[in-house]
């Protein structure tokens, strides 16, 4: 569940437009006087509320839908979480609820497929690198929500490995937890090819160096940031091989396509464009996740 430490008036802002309420119907949801709410706004960070009204928006917050939360953690970030850097694809922001790092890939046309046909998308946000063990732990401890079967014993100790295990249902509890989503098929395939439709992150060049794939001879997976000159033309890591990743896009009936191969795979079949269905219900040790944002 997306939260916040100490409120400001600039989180009260991004709450109440995530939720696309007046100025009047936001402090009656909230039980103050419309002309708090504005003092808050207006004095954004300068300005704590009292904990009574921390509680209030602690509540409101969490009983959002995971539209709204997914709304609020965007505003957030984007009005001071958010800076330049000199990476690909520009901008970075913190993400306020899990931590992870994440990167825009901005709104435009890319290539496509195998057959490379130009597609648009708005632009959004994707997380820097995978889900990995030590952030699923958090999730699990704070949500209470299943492990993956092989944590019988504890969590898994790979910690800077990518989570495994974890079938659609519980990909998608993560990022609504998160306040995030699953990508889409397309978004994960722009966010890997970049806009004019390489064929893998790094370029038209196939090279076992760059990604965990079956001819990397590991056989296991690999901390997500172990491949840097993987990266994407948006600065994003870990997208061929390693493990597998759930998108939100349909395949046949109580199926969901998976991105990116795993160390399992040949490195032609880690290629974007290429996708793998598998039943929402999948449990595979060569199968994880990672988040979007907008």
């Known amino acids: 569940m997306t939260t916040v430490r100490h409120w400001t008036g600039k989180e009260v802002r991004a709450l109440r437009t995530a939720k696309r309420m007046s100025v009047r119907e936001f402090a009656a949801h909230l039980g103050v006087s419309a002309r708090i709410v ?21 509540t409101s917050l969490a009983q959002s839908s995971p539209d709204v939360r997914a709304r609020f953690s965007l505003l957030v970030a984007t009005s001071t979480g ?117 064929v893998y992150p790094w370029g038209g060049h196939a090279g076992a160096r760059h990604c965990n794939a079956r001819e990397s001879g590991i056989g296991m997976t690999t901390p997500v940031d172990t491949y840097p000159t993987g990266a994407s033309p948006f600065g994003v890591l870990d997208l061929c091989g390693n493990a597998w990743e759930w998108s939100t896009t349909p395949g046949s009936p109580g199926s969901y396509l998976r991105k990116g191969g795993s160390f399992a795979c040949p490195l032609s079949d880690c290629a974007p464009f290429r996708a793998s269905e598998a039943a929402a219900d999948a449990i595979t040790d060569d199968t994880g996740f990672r988040c979007v944002v907008g």
């Open 82 to 198: 958010l800076e330049d850097t000199d990476e690909p694809g520009g901008r970075v922001f913190r993400h306020p609820a899990d931590g992870k790092r994440m990167l825009l890939v901005p709104a435009g046309t890319f290539l496509s497929g195998l057959d490379n046909q130009p597609m648009w998308l708005p632009g959004f946000y994707i997380d820097a690198l995978p889900t990995t063990n030590v952030e699923y732990a958090r999730f699990v401890e704070a949500t209470g929500h299943r492990p993956p079967p092989h944590w019988d014993t504890g969590a898994d100790t790979r910690s800077a490995h990518p989570v495994v295990s974890v079938n659609w249902h519980d990909a998608r509890a993560y990022a609504t937890w998160a306040g995030k989503a699953l990508p889409t098929a397309a978004q994960w395939e722009k966010a890997a090819r970049g806009a004019h439709g390489d």
């Open 38 to 58: 504005s003092r808050w706004e207006a004095a954004g960070e300068r300005i704590h509320p009292r904990p009574v009204n921390q509680a209030a928006l602690d």
